[in-house]
């Protein structure tokens, strides 16, 4: 488990998935699940919703991770 200011990572075995998956918690609640069940350069992250009218929402990680990057970027060159 990882720990970063209210974040953690816990480690899940899954024999449906044939893999890992990773656990994306905030104070001890999912948010998120992280699975390579489409190979480790696919990675998939689901959102975990606790309310359920909203169905799961699984994007690619790298796509995730570049939008959430872009909009930093933007964010910061606005600041400016």
Do not use: H, W
């Not at 359920?52 to 990680?61: M, T, V």
């Amino acid at each position: 488990m990882v720990i970063n200011k209210g974040f953690c990572t816990k480690i899940l075995g899954d024999i449906d998935l044939e893999g890992m998956v990773i656990l994306v918690c905030y104070d001890d609640q999912v948010i998120a699940e992280i699975n390579y069940e489409k190979g480790i350069d696919n990675m998939e992250i689901e959102i975990v919703s606790s309310q359920e009218r909203f169905p799961k929402r699984i994007f690619s990680l790298d796509g995730f991770f570049k939008i959430f990057e872009e909009a930093k970027q933007l964010a910061i060159k606005c600041a400016k």
